[in-house]
């Protein structure tokens, strides 16, 4: 219920800004003019998130990118890997919230195109605003103004900042994200090479055929952001395809302490963690434990599946940590956002052999 109503705050305020311009225009400020201003908002809400998230979209397609989600609460749009349009409800997603997933082809100008997309969106809500305020200083009703300032709110995603928009879900502005990657500094070195890792792993690349000198580099942060830890989750999957599990260890445990426990990333990074201390510590009750603890959040099914099927398999459960493996994989190929698909399949043929393996040696050892 918090989430919903910090998720809603900004129109509100937009709809109450609304009312109060409304008032200098001479206008008395009345019960129903406020109410009038109050739907205003809350009912172009949703196409003003739409048109900017368009704002995104358009110059990513026009700049080669593949686009792979597109989320306008409360659904998400997404293309599955049989080029088929897949509509779900965008539990992960804020009341009001939106994002674009679109991932480049080719290389060359990643940097100028990557800040093209990034900005199309304030773009688009500036001309939106500009367009809202024109209608509404020619058609003189509340619940015009409401729709105009809730538009003009949405402009401040251009100011470089840390946006908490609801208590699990911090983001970094559109104008951060330009910033980061212009400005110079470490950030600009590490969101650089962390938009060349996704690249490459958007264009087939896995965890360990990308350059170490990438992965350091983006993680060379050390300021206990979450652009930090998600560069320190991406290295541990480099580490664990190449095999190094004490270097995985040690990079999947920093990423778990720098998201904060309300953190939604967090709960993928706690499901992944279940995974490897099932796995590869043998530690089955707390991997239990770490699955129990994030059953209501939102992680994609794949990735739950693996971290359970490790769990039964470390609890003596070969036969259900098999079943359970092969879900995993049918759910891992319907997925259109994990870029480490050969990582896991490769985790997931590993967990069904030793599952295999096992379900044959227990009828032996007990006959």
Same mark, same amino acid.
């Given at each position: 219920m918090w989430d919903a109503l910090r998720g809603i705050f900004w129109f509100l305020a937009g709809a109450l800004a609304g009312a109060i311009v409304f008032l200098t225009t001479g206008a008395s400020v009345t019960a129903t003019n406020y109410l009038q201003a109050l739907a205003g908002a809350l009912v172009a809400a949703p196409f003003l998130v739409c048109l900017h998230e368009f704002g995104h979209l358009i110059p990513a397609l026009s700049l080669g990118y593949r686009p792979r989600r597109f989320v306008v609460w409360p659904f998400v749009f997404a293309v599955t890997p049989q080029r088929a349009l897949n509509v779900r409800y965008a539990r992960e997603f804020p009341i009001l919230g939106g994002s674009t997933l679109a991932?480049?082809?080719?290389?060359?100008? +990643? @940097?100028?195109?990557?800040?093209?997309?990034? %900005?199309?969106?304030?773009?688009?809500?500036? +001309?939106?605003?500009?367009?809202?305020?024109?209608?509404a200083a020619r058609v003189h009703q509340a619940w015009m103004w409401g729709v105009a300032i809730a538009a003009a709110i949405m402009i401040l995603n251009v100011v470089p900042s840390r946006l908490k928009i609801t208590r699990n879900k911090r983001v970094r502005s559109d104008g951060g994200l330009i910033a980061d990657l212009l400005l110079p500094g470490? /950030?600009?070195?590490?969101?650089?090479? +962390?938009? /060349?890792?996704?690249?490459?792993?958007?264009?087939?690349?896995?965890?360990? &055929?990308i350059p170490e000198a990438l992965i350091r580099t983006a993680c060379s942060l050390a300021d206990r952001s979450f652009e930090e830890a998600n560069a320190h989750y991406i290295a541990y999957w480099w580490t664990l395809d190449s095999g190094d599990l004490n270097a995985a260890r040690r990079l999947l $445990?920093?990423? +778990? &302490?720098?998201? $904060?426990? %309300?953190? &939604?990333?967090? !709960? @993928?990074?706690? @499901? &992944?963690?279940?995974?490897? !201390?099932? /796995?590869?510590?043998?530690?089955?009750? !707390?991997? /239990?434990?770490?699955?129990?603890?994030?059953?209501?959040?939102?992680?994609?099914r794949h990735t739950r599946l693996r971290a359970l099927a490790a769990t039964l398999l470390a609890e003596g459960k070969p036969r259900e940590a098999g079943r359970t493996a092969s879900a995993a994989s049918a759910a891992l190929e319907s997925c259109i956002e994990d870029l480490s698909k050969d990582a896991e399949r490769d985790l997931l043929a590993a967990l069904a052999h030793d599952a295999r393996t096992k379900d044959e040696v227990r009828p032996a050892e007990q006959g």
């Open positions: 991932l480049p082809r080719d290389f060359p100008d +990643l @940097v100028r195109r990557q800040v093209m997309v990034v %900005a199309g969106g304030p773009l688009a809500s500036i +001309l939106v605003a500009a367009g809202a305020f024109v209608i470490p /950030r600009r070195d590490a969101s650089r090479a +962390l938009l /060349r890792v996704v690249a490459l792993q958007a264009n087939g690349n896995r965890p360990r &055929e $445990d920093h990423a +778990l &302490e720098l998201l $904060d426990a %309300a953190q &939604e990333h967090r !709960t @993928v990074v706690s @499901v &992944e963690k279940a995974f490897f !201390t099932a /796995r590869y510590d043998g530690d089955a009750a !707390t991997a /239990r434990s770490m699955l129990i603890a994030s059953m209501k959040a939102y992680v994609h």
